[in-house]
């Protein structure tokens, strides 16, 4: 059973920079979508970015221009650089990998942006 590790979540002060890292404990094949989602306390998980296997990069309203997402050149894991944080980029932040045989989620890093 492969699983999604997640590091880089913590505190950081509003303006700062934060760098989240995923990579998965085996193989992975067929991979179509890496992708990145957050929850916060009391709102839905929305997608914050996401790469497709063609290279296509979508963000969220929210964080185009301030956040970029990246796979890595072994195309096994996923990078997310979140630069300007605001307070309300506060939560909990999921890797997700899309391949064979099916869908993959991260246990969540909890990112913590202060005023």
């Known amino acids: 059973q492969v699983e999604l590790v997640e590091s880089g979540g913590g505190l950081v002060e509003s303006g700062g920079s934060r760098t989240l890292y995923c990579r998965p404990s085996?193989?992975?094949?067929?991979?179509?979508?890496m992708a990145w989602y957050r929850q916060a306390p009391g709102k839905q998980r929305e997608l914050v970015a996401e790469?497709?296997?063609?290279?296509?990069?979508n963000y969220g309203d929210s964080v185009k221009g301030r956040f970029a997402i990246f796979r890595d050149a072994a195309k096994s894991g996923v990078t997310l650089l979140m630069n300007r944080l605001k307070p309300e980029d506060t939560a909990v932040y999921y890797c997700?990998?899309?391949?064979?045989?099916?869908?993959?989620w991260g246990q969540g890093t909890q990112v913590t942006v202060s005023s």
């Open positions: 997700y990998i899309r391949g064979s045989p099916g869908a993959y």
């Open positions: 085996g193989t992975i094949r067929s991979i179509s979508t």
């Open positions: 790469v497709l296997n063609g290279g296509e990069r």
